[in-house]
T-cell receptor
């Protein structure tokens, strides 16, 4: 089966610019996650969707970050405006309600904010 | 906030040796999972152990869980150069929502 797809793989922007990331989860997976992974740290959950509803967004900086999951499939994560400290890898993952607790991760988008 | 803390932060061994990584956490959990991340890649699920289990095996992997000490260990036996990666423990205490909190990871280097 195809894995979790993310694009772009790399993005370099100036601070105060905006950026958007896209994720296509594994077909049929109801739950989708966005994580931020700063260099040398573990992934930190930003937002979790179940179908197209938000389950948890307690660690999403809502003044600059937004995410949506239209029709319960693809998702986009946006940062506007970006700050230097947003430089990180943004990982998307998905899991199946019926498949247990394993999360399947995409390759990530490496964001550099200059 | 990060729930799990891995120890050591970095580990360097020779091929054929065993590698042991430890994870400590703070609150009660539903399950604990271990993931591997190769450089520049996404994470790959290795093994899950539930709160009522004490030990699990998968191939060359052995995971233990001690809920009284709030700790887990991952043992990789007969390591290979291909095992070189970062290893993360992640805890789920979300009561069924499958929300994971990751530790900072252990960077394992296996030298041929």
């Amino acid at each position: 089966e195809a894995g979790v797809a993310q694009s772009p793989r790399y993005k370099i922007i100036e601070k105060r610019q905006s950026v958007a990331f896209w994720c296509n989860p594994i077909s049929g997976h109801a739950t989708l996650y966005w994580y931020q992974q700063i260099l040398g740290q573990g992934p930190k959950l930003l937002i979790q969707f179940q179908n197209n509803g938000v389950v948890d967004d307690s660690q999403l900086p809502k003044d600059r970050f937004s995410a949506e999951r239209l029709k319960g499939v693809d998702s986009t994560l946006k940062i506007q405006p970006a700050k230097l400290e947003d430089s990180a890898v943004y990982l998307c993952a998905s899991s199946s309600l019926a498949g247990g607790h394993e999360q399947f991760f995409g390759p990530g988008t490496r964001l550099t904010v200059l | 906030s990060q729930q799990g803390e891995e120890d050591p932060q970095a580990l360097s061994i020779q091929e054929g040796e065993n590698a042991t990584m430890n994870c400590s956490y703070k609150t009660s959990i539903n399950n604990l999972q271990w993931y591997r991340q190769n450089s520049g890649r996404g994470l790959v699920h290795l093994i899950l152990i539930r709160s009522n289990e004490r030990e699990k095996h998968s191939g060359r992997l052995r995971v233990t869980l001690d809920t009284s000490k709030k700790s887990s260990s991952l043992l990789i036996t007969a390591s290979r150069a291909a095992d070189t990666a970062s290893y993360f423990c992640a805890t789920d205490n979300s009561g069924g929502y499958n929300k994971l909190i990751f530790g900072a990871g252990t960077r394992l280097a296996v030298h041929p």
